[in-house]
C-alpha cells in the first residue's frame, strides 16, 4: 500500500519530530506530502483558524484531563469534517483515551512516540481502499492537429497542482511527437513507450522512478513523457493503457492525458471511459466538422460523463473566425470556454522552458486556463469548502 494524502503536523518535543520527519523516508508514505510545524495543539488551532485543513492530522498536546479535552473542543472548531485526527499526548489515562476513540480522534499516542508507532497507526487506519482512491481522468482530444490540445493540457494541469494542491500525473500518449516533455522542460530517461513496454512488471515503485517531476521543491506535477525518437517499436493497446492507468491513477489526485490527432481503437475506447473529455478545437470549419464527427460518435457511447468543446486561438484570425452560435447551433452543444490567442506568451514560454504562469500569470489566456480547470476538477471551490469547514466533532464521515 502508498498512501496518497497530505499530512500536517504539529509537534513540541524534538522526539516526535525525528519520528515524524522519518516517514519521509518510508515507502508507505511515498506520494504523500508531509508538513512537519512547532508549536503543538494549541499552534494548530491558530493556524487553521485562517488556512485549509489537511486531511491527516498530527497534534502534540502537554495538557492533560480536561485541559487536554478543552483544546481539542477549540481544535474541533476550526477542523474539516473529514480530517483524521492523530493526537501525541503525555496523559496515561485509559478513559481519556476510550473518551478521544468515542469521539472520533483516530489514534491517541502516549509520549515519546517512534517512528513504528506513527507508522503502524497508520496502516491500521487507512485501507487499501484509502490508498487506492482513483484520481480524476481527464482527457484532451484535439478536433484535428495544430488546434492547440496539448499546450492546454499541460497548462490545465498544472493550473489544477495549483487550484487543488493535488498531484497531477501528465501522460503524453501522443507518441512520437509529444511535446510534455519539451513543455515542462524536463528530461527523461523513460517514457511512456518504455512503460507499455514491460507492463508485466508493472507496479507503482517502477512508476516512481519513471515519472519525472516538474519543480522537483514542490513536487505536485509529474510527467510522462513521449519517446523523444520516431520509432519507440511499442503499440498503444486498450489493455495495455487499462494496466498503466490502473496505477497511475492511484498515484494522483488527477491524470491529465494528452492525446494525439489519430482515430485509432484504443482511443475510440479511451474517450468513451475518461471522467471529463475535453475536446479542443479552432473556431473554422474544419475544425466544426471534425468536433462534430467525434461528438456523433460519443453520443450514444458516452452517457453522462462530461464532454466539452473548448474554442483556442480566439482572435487570432478575427475575420475568418466562426462564432460560438454557429458552434452550439451546428454541436448541439455551447462551447464550455473560449480561450483568447496569445501567441507571444505561449511561444515565449516554450522556448525558455516554462509555462505561461510564470510569465504571464495575469494573461487572459492563463485566466482562461484557470477556469477551465476549475471546470474539469468536480471539487467545489475552496472558498466555498472553507466556509463549510466549521465543524464541532471529530466524527468520522
Known amino acids: ?26 515507502r508507505l ?54 480530517t483524521r485526527v492523530f493526537v501525541i499526548g503525555h496523559d496515561n489515562d485509559i478513559h481519556l483515551y476510550r473518551t478521544l476513540i468515542r469521539e472520533g480522534v483516530s489514534d491517541y499516542f502516549l509520549a515519546p512516540v517512534t517512528t ?23 482527457a484532451f482530444l484535439p478536433a484535428r492537429g495544430g488546434v492547440g490540445s496539448s499546450v492546454l493540457a499541460h497548462h490545465t494541469a498544472f493550473a489544477l497542482s495549483k487550484l487543488y494542491h493535488e498531484q497531477v500525473i501528465v501522460l503524453d500518449l501522443d507518441l512520437p511527437y509529444g511535446t510534455a516533455g519539451l513543455v515542462f522542460n524536463v ?36 510527467v510522462l513523457p ?22 497511475v491513477r492511484r498515484m494522483a489526485g488527477f491524470v491529465v492525458l494528452d492525446l494525439p490527432h489519430v482515430w485509432e481503437p484504443w482511443l ?18 474544419a475544425s466544426l466538422r471534425d468536433a462534430k464527427n467525434i461528438i456523433e460518435f460519443l453520443g450514444p457511447n458516452r452517457g453522462e460523463s462530461p464532454t466539452r468543446v473548448v474554442l483556442n486561438k480566439i482572435g487570432e484570425a478575427k475575420r475568418a473566425e466562426l462564432s460560438e452560435k454557429e458552434f452550439r447551433d451546428a454541436l448541439a ?23 505561461i504562469f510564470k510569465g504571464a500569470a495575469k494573461s487572459k489566456a492563463a485566466l482562461a486556463i484557470n477556469e477551465l480547470a476549475k471546470m474539469v476538477s468536480a471539487r467545489v471551490d475552496a472558498a466555498a469548502e472553507k466556509e463549510k469547514k466549521k465543524f464541532s466533532l471529530f466524527k468520522k464521515k
Open 116 to 138: 513504528d508507532m506513527l507508522r503502524q497507526s497508520f496502516q491500521d487506519n487507512f485501507t487499501e481502499a484509502d490508498a487506492a482512491k482513483n484520481a480524476r481522468l481527464i
Open 333 to 355: 452543444l455551447t462551447p464550455a470556454l473560449q480561450i483568447p490567442a496569445d501567441p507571444g506568451a505561449f511561444s515565449g514560454a516554450l522556448n525558455n522552458g516554462e509555462l
Open 1 to 26: 500500500m502508498i498512501l496518497r494524502t497530505t499530512i500536517g503536523a504539529f509537534l513540541i518535543s524534538p522526539q516526535s519530530t525525528e519520528a515524524f520527519e522519518s516517514l519521509r523516508e518510508d
Open 268 to 285: 475510440r475506447d479511451l474517450i468513451v471511459e475518461v471522467e471529463d473529455l475535453v475536446i479542443v478545437a479552432e473556431p473554422d470549419l
Open 226 to 247: 513521449a519517446p523523444s525518437t520516431l520509432t519507440s517499436g511499442v503499440n498503444v493497446t486498450s489493455e495495455g493503457l487499462a494496466v498503466l492507468l490502473k496505477f
Open 187 to 222: 528530461l527523461a530517461r523513460q517514457s511512456v513507450a518504455d512503460v507499455l513496454g514491460q507492463l508485466s512488471r508493472l507496479d507503482e515503485m517502477l512508476l516512481e522512478r519513471y515519472l519525472v517531476p516538474y519543480e522537483p521543491s514542490e513536487n505536485k506535477v509529474s
Open 29 to 82: 508514505f511515498l506520494r504523500s506530502d508531509i508538513v512537519l510545524q512547532q508549536g503543538g495543539l494549541n499552534a494548530a488551532c491558530s493556524y487553521l483558524g485562517d488556512h485549509e485543513t489537511p486531511p491527516v492530522l498530527i497534534v502534540e498536546t502537554e495538557a492533560r484531563g480536561e485541559a487536554l479535552l478543552a483544546e481539542l473542543a477549540r481544535l474541533a472548531e476550526v477542523c474539516a469534517p473529514k
